[in-house]
Nanobody
Framework: QVHVVESGGGLVQPGGSLRLSCTAS????????TGWYRQAPGSERELVAE???????YYDNRVKGRFTISRDNAKNTVYLQMNSLKPGDTAVYYC??????????????WGQGTQVTVSS
């Protein structure tokens, strides 16, 4: 059984920083693609950043240059460093982890979500 747990959200003033963490634990053979999504009230969930197993990254244009996705493969953990936060970044942030529990079996997991609020 696999568990995916997020942490690191909170309330921050505009211009501030937060770091989100997402750790997968359990019977894991390998971690493939990892990503961070966000969902604001009344909006659909949208992709913010992602990183594949080779370290290649993608960022939404609205966060490019401010957010950084990274991974610690030894800990099966993915991070999202968020700098220069704006009120428009306010949302529930979800991590997504595509992993294998065996070489032929890839599964998709979501974290529980963590609230990020940017407000003065």
């Amino acid at each position: 059984q696999v568990h995916v747990v997020e942490s690191g959200g909170g309330l921050v003033q505009p211009g501030g920083s937060l770091r989100l963490s997402c750790t997968a634990s359990g019977r894991i053979f390998s971690v493939d693609e990892t990503g961070w999504y966000r969902q604001a009230p009344g909006s659909e969930r949208e992709l913010v950043a992602e990183m594949d197993s080779g370290g290649r990254t993608y960022y939404d244009n609205r966060v490019k240059g401010r957010f950084t996705i990274s991974r610690d493969n030894a800990k099966n953990t993915v991070y999202l460093q968020m700098n220069s936060l704006k009120p428009g970044d306010t949302a529930v942030y979800y991590c997504n982890v595509k992993l294998r529990i065996a070489i032929e079996t890839e599964l998709n997991y979501w974290g529980q979500g963590t609230q990020v609020t940017v407000s003065s």
